[in-house]
């Protein structure tokens, strides 16, 4: 497996004190090591290993059914393992109390590939969803945060009180992320989310993600099928294949790899026109 570190513009490699967890001055938030897992005798993943940097915006991309969503509610257990270990921020998940555990997932995010939002609820109180699960806050305080939240993902305040249903399938999106970022979490999981939308909505979400990254020093975990997203945004780009990663590194990795699949997603017609128009852009 060819593996390309990335530089963080954050990271002072040369002013950094060793610390635990840190290689080459870049340090690991998520470690996947020798992660099995199926249903029945469906093996979807088989020893995969994957580590993800602490500010950086990583695609996952793999043909449709691989296991990229299986992979992502692996991480955060809501689908079980047969084998391997998932470090999360430093921190091995079977080695830590019921306690602790709670205090870990605080710390992530989440906007699911589907159904990302609860249809009974109001926007406002779908982002208190999390709030409610893990702190114990004055309802004026959440009402606040939740007001925030929906400012941050550039959504209007009116916004607040609409049901899913009122929404348009860009709004969904910003408002699922705010529901991902209620407890400011350090790393958040996005499956898919650009899918959907129209070429500038899809735009216009991958600048509000580089941006909150860039704010608020999130690590982004993003599944996407979205050529435009994985030249645009990304810093660096997993591919999953024949139940592992088959290949990760940067665009030019991907531009330069001869792996057959990698080869026709990154160098089709569609992701040939991505590459012209980039070179074709005026600074
Ligand atoms: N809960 C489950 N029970 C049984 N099989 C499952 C379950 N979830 C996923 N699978 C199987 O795991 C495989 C991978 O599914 P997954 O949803 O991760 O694909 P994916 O890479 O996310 O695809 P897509 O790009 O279409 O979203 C598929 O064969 C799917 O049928
Ligand atoms: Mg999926």
């Known amino acids: 497996m060819e593996k390309v570190l990335p530089v963080d513009p ?21 470690s ?12 979807v993943l088989d020893k995969l290993n ?61 906007l699911f590939q589907h159904g990302a939002l609860f249809s009974s609820l109001t926007v406002k109180e779908n982002i208190q969803v999390p709030m409610r699960e893990y702190l ?29 249903s009122e929404l348009s399938g860009g709004m969904i ?37 580089a941006k909150l990254r860039d704010t608020l020093g999130l690590t982004v975990y993003m ?3 979205d050529l435009d997203s994985l030249f645009s945004v990304c810093d660096r780009i997993a591919v999953l294949g024949k139940k592992k990663v088959l290949v990760e590194g940067t665009i030019e990795d991907m531009l330069a790899c001869d792996d057959e699949w990698v080869t026709s997603y990154f160098q089709g017609k569609r992701a040939r026109s991505i590459v012209r128009d980039d070179e074709n852009k005026v600074s």
Do not use: C, W
């Open 50 to 110: 994957l580590d993800i940097y602490r500010g950086e915006i990583l695609g996952f991309v793999g043909a449709s059914g691989t296991g990229k969503s299986v992979l992502m509610r692996t991480v955060l257990r809501l689908l079980p393992r047969r084998s391997g270990s998932i470090k999360i921020l430093g921190v091995e998940y079977d080695a830590v109390s019921e306690e602790e555990r709670m205090e870990l997932d605080m710390r992530l995010g989440v």
């Open 136 to 164: 114990n806050l004055p309802q004026d305080l959440m009402d606040e945060l939740a007001r925030l939240k929906i400012d941050m993902v550039g959504l209007a305040p009116e916004a607040a009180d609409k049901f899913p």
């Open 173 to 209: 999106k910003r408002a699922a992320l705010a529901r991902a970022l209620a407890l400011d979490p350090d790393l958040v999981f996005l499956d898919e989310p650009t899918s959907g939308l129209d070429p500038i909505g899809a735009a216009e979400f991958d600048n509000l993600i």
């Open 223 to 225: 599944v996407t099928h």
């Open 32 to 43: 996947v090591q020798d992660l099995t897992v199926g249903f029945g005798s469906n093996i």
């Open 10 to 30: 954050r990271e002072d490699a040369s002013a950094a004190e060793p610390v635990e967890g840190r290689e080459n001055g870049t340090e690991i938030i998520l």
